[in-house]
C-alpha cells in the first residue's frame, strides 16, 4: 500500500514508523508540519513539509493533505496523536483516515475545556478507525467518548523494540563492584523521577557491601530542581543526571543498568516503550501502577509493580530486588522472552500494516 503517514517529523516515534512500514514493504509519504530530523531516516521515507506550522497550521492546511494524498496516489492516511494532526485529517476529508493515539491527546486535551473535548470526540468519532499502543490508553479513549460510537473497533498496536539492537551485554554484569539502578526518561513531574530519587535515598548507600549508584538518562525541564533534591537528600555524589542521548545509545546506557525503573505517577503514561526496551536487554525492571505500565511487565516474572507516587513502596521493591540476585537474572531473562514474543518490532509493524489493508477494504465497500 502506499500510505500517508501525517505526524510530526521531529519526532522519534514518527521516524521509526515510516522507517519500519518500508522496511516492510509499504510505501510511506511522510507528512508534517514540524521539521523532519535531520538523521536516521530510510531513504524510501518520502518527506513533505507543509507550508504552515503552529496551531493555525492544523486548521489551514487541509486542503493541500488532500491535494497530496490524491497526487501522490496515497491509499490510507494514519494521523499520529489525535489532536494536532488528528483535527489536520478530520479537515482534510480525507478517507479512509485511521487516527494513532498517543497519551497526552486522550488523558490530558479533553480535561481542558469542554470545546477541547467535542473537538477531540469528533476526530475520534468521524475517523474510519483509531489505534492505540495498550489497552489502558483504548479504555481512556471509551471513556472520553462516554457513549458516542465508533466506526470500527480500536485496533491494539503496540509499539515495540528491536530486540537484535536492544540486547543484553555481552558480558554479565559483574557480582561484585557497584550496583546501578537507573532509567531512561524526560525530566517532568509526570514520570515521578523526584520518586525514584527519594526511593534511592532510602536504600542508603551500600548494599551488602556493593555501593549503590542511580543514573538518570533524560532531558527537560525539571534538571536543575532534581539536582537540587538530590543534593537536599544527601545522594548527589551517587546520583547521576546524564542528560539526553540520542536513541540509538540506548541500549549501551541500558546494559550498564542492573535494574530498571519506570516511576510514572500518571495514566497518561500510555504505554511504556523504555520498560520493554530493558526488558529487551535482560533487565528485571520495577515499574509503577499506571497507565499502560502494568500491561508490559508480568508481575512477578518479568518484574514488580508497585504503587505510583509512593517513594517507600518503590524502595521496598528495589530492595527486594537487591536482596536477590538471582530473582534479577530470572526477571531479566523472562522480560526478554516477553517481549520477543509479545513485542517484537518487525511482529507490530507487520500487525499495523494488516489493520491498515483491513481498514482500507472495509472503508471501500462502505462507500
Known sequence: MKIMLLSAGSAIHTQRWANGLVAAGEEVVCVSQHDFLPEGWDQRVEQIRLPRSGLTGYFLNGRVVAQLFDRHGCELLNAHYATGYGVLATRSGVRPRIVSVWGSDVYDFPQTSPVHRRMLRQVLTSADALASTSMAMSAQVMKVLDGEKLKRHIVITPFGVDTAQFLPAREARPDSGPIVIGTVKTLESKYGIDT???????????????????????GGSQREQLQVLATSLGVHQRCELLGPVPHAEVPSYLQGFDIFVAASRLDSESFGVAVIEASACGLPVVVTDVGGLPEVVRAEETGLVVRRDNPTALAAGLSRMLDDAALRRRFGEAGRAWVQSRYEWRDCVQMMCGHYRIIAAMAKGGR
Not at 532510602?202 to 543514573?215: D, N, V
Request: no cysteine; charged share 15%; aromatic share 4%.
Open 196 to 218: 525514584l530519587i527519594k526511593a534511592f535515598a532510602q536504600l542508603g548507600p551500600s548494599h551488602r557491601g556493593r555501593p549503590l549508584q542511580l543514573r538518570i538518562v533524560g
